[in-house]
């Protein structure tokens, strides 16, 4: 058994954030999701697209993270 402070269930862009932001924090984070890690990061894995708000640009700067996505990002133009 291991000691952690929180528990996120999916490891989607919301619950990768969160864990990354608690565990800054200081909080022991236990990420779990139905695919293995290992095939997250395969090369041929399904990197689906996903839109993002100025507000989680904005979070996503505050926890130092904007700069690894922001040469992939482009504007939303039209919904």
């Known amino acids: 058994m291991h000691p952690y ?39 041929g894995h399904d990197g689906r697209t996903t839109a993002l708000s100025f507000s989680s640009r904005r979070l996503l700067e505050g926890l130092g993270l904007w700069s690894a996505v922001a040469a992939d990002a482009e504007p939303i133009l039209d919904i």
Do not use: H, K, N, S
Request: net charge neutral; glycine share 16%.
């Open 5 to 43: 402070d929180i528990a996120i269930v999916g490891a989607g862009p919301i619950g990768l954030t969160l864990a990354y932001g608690f565990g800054q924090a200081g909080l022991r984070v236990a990420l779990l999701d139905r695919v293995a890690r290992e095939v997250m990061l395969a090369p």
